[in-house]
Each structure stands twice: as structure tokens, then as C-alpha cells.
């Protein structure tokens, strides 16, 4: 009888550390490590059009004082791959510079709007969902200091949906401008 039990009890633990393993070998894990993207290695390059510059880097936006925007949007449950069992929020942290120091670097200080361009992501299951999607900015708000063009600093760690990480931020006071954190190409006239 205790031969039985030891032998059952062998099978249980190797069952367990047979389930247990990943699958990935050390040489993957290094590799996904390796791509994942991280504050360090990501570029954050904006096209830009309609003006003389045609890109702008965070490098770029490096030359002012960064201000920190927090924030937070509402997702659904379901594009962290639990089918729609509610909703979650998310939290971001990013760093950005005012529209008006973001024109006055692109040599356009005069525009009169400013088209912003990017996706808004979806997940249906394990399925990812582009929708293009644009939003203008117009007339004081150019010179405010409310709105912000911002470089996601914590993305790895919450927004898993965004493409480029760069966004269009405003604050709670300035109600007519859509936040969008897959922002792709800035448009100014």
C-alpha cells in the first residue's frame, strides 16, 4: 500500500511541475523581454503637416519643461481577454508640452486649427479593431495651456492598446477636446 501511495504521490508532483511550465524556453523569454517596449527604447515620433517640420520627436518636446498629466479612462473588460464581465480603469502617466509650444517649434505659431489623427482601438475577444478617428482643435484653444501633447510614460505596464503612445490630452475644464492616446499625425493649417 505505501508503494501505491508513493507512486501516486510522484505522478500528483510531476503532474504539478508539468503544468506549472511555461512552454517558452529561456531563449524566448529573453527574446519577448527584449521587444517589449519600454520607456528607453521607444521613439515617439509624430508626422507632422503643414508645416516645415514633418516630424516631431519627444526629443523635441524635451526642449521645454515637460508638464505630468495623470489620468484615467474606463475599458471594457474585455480586451483584457475576460469577454465583457464589466469594465476596468486605467490609469496613465504622461509627459507633454502645450499645443501653443508644440506650434511655436513646428514654426506655426499663426494656425488657425489643428487636425489630429489617430485610432481608436478596440478588442472584440483576442481581436484587435482599428478605427481611424480625427478631432480638431481650433481658435484660443491654440494658445492654451490646457491642452496638451503628451508621451505615455507607464504604457507597458496599462495601456497595452495604443500604437504610438502619444496623445492629446486636455484638462477637465476644456470639455470640446477629445483625448486620444494613438495619436499618429498631427495636420495644421
Given at each position: 500500500m505505501k508503494k501505491?501511495?508513493?507512486v501516486?504521490?510522484?505522478i500528483?508532483?510531476l503532474s504539478?511541475m508539468?503544468?506549472s511550465?511555461?512552454s517558452?524556453?529561456?531563449?524566448?523569454?529573453?527574446?519577448?523581454e527584449?521587444?517589449?517596449?519600454?520607456?528607453?527604447?521607444?521613439?515617439?515620433?509624430?508626422?507632422?503637416?503643414?508645416a516645415?517640420?514633418t516630424?516631431?520627436?519627444?526629443a523635441?518636446?524635451?526642449?521645454?519643461?515637460l508638464s505630468?498629466v495623470y489620468?484615467?479612462?474606463?475599458k471594457?473588460n474585455d480586451?483584457a481577454g475576460?469577454?465583457g464581465t464589466?469594465?476596468?480603469?486605467?490609469?496613465?502617466?504622461?509627459?507633454g508640452?502645450?499645443?501653443?509650444?508644440?506650434l511655436?517649434?513646428v514654426g506655426?505659431p499663426?494656425?488657425?486649427k489643428v487636425t489630429?489623427?489617430?485610432d481608436?482601438?478596440t478588442?472584440k475577444?483576442?481581436?484587435?479593431y482599428?478605427?481611424?478617428?480625427?478631432c480638431?482643435i481650433?481658435?484660443d484653444l491654440?494658445?492654451s495651456?490646457d491642452?496638451?501633447?503628451g508621451?505615455?510614460?507607464?504604457?507597458k505596464d496599462v495601456?497595452f492598446d495604443?500604437?504610438?503612445?502619444?496623445?492629446?490630452?486636455?484638462s477637465?475644464?476644456?470639455?470640446?477636446?477629445v483625448?486620444n492616446c494613438s495619436?499618429?499625425k498631427?495636420v495644421?493649417?
Amino acid at each position: 500500500m505505501k508503494k501505491v501511495i508513493s507512486v501516486l504521490l510522484l505522478i500528483a508532483l510531476l503532474s504539478t511541475m508539468l503544468f506549472s511550465c511555461t512552454s517558452k524556453t529561456p531563449d524566448v523569454v529573453a527574446s519577448e523581454e527584449a521587444a517589449a517596449i519600454n520607456l528607453e527604447t521607444m521613439t515617439w515620433t509624430l508626422e507632422v503637416e503643414g508645416a516645415d517640420v514633418t516630424e516631431y520627436t519627444r526629443a523635441d518636446g524635451e526642449k521645454h519643461e515637460l508638464s505630468k498629466v495623470y489620468g484615467s479612462v474606463m475599458k471594457a473588460n474585455d480586451q483584457a481577454g475576460t469577454n465583457g464581465t464589466g469594465s476596468v480603469q486605467i490609469s496613465f502617466i504622461c509627459e507633454g508640452i502645450t499645443i501653443r509650444e508644440f506650434l511655436e517649434d513646428v514654426g506655426r505659431p499663426d494656425a488657425t486649427k489643428v487636425t489630429y489623427y489617430g485610432d481608436v482601438i478596440t478588442f472584440k475577444g483576442a481581436e484587435k479593431y482599428h478605427t481611424p478617428m480625427s478631432c480638431t482643435i481650433e481658435g484660443d484653444l491654440l494658445k492654451s495651456d490646457d491642452v496638451l501633447i503628451g508621451w505615455v510614460c507607464n504604457k507597458k505596464d496599462v495601456l497595452f492598446d495604443s500604437d504610438t503612445y502619444v496623445g492629446v490630452f486636455a484638462s477637465a475644464t476644456v470639455l470640446d477636446v477629445v483625448s486620444n492616446c494613438s495619436v499618429s499625425k498631427i495636420v495644421i493649417e
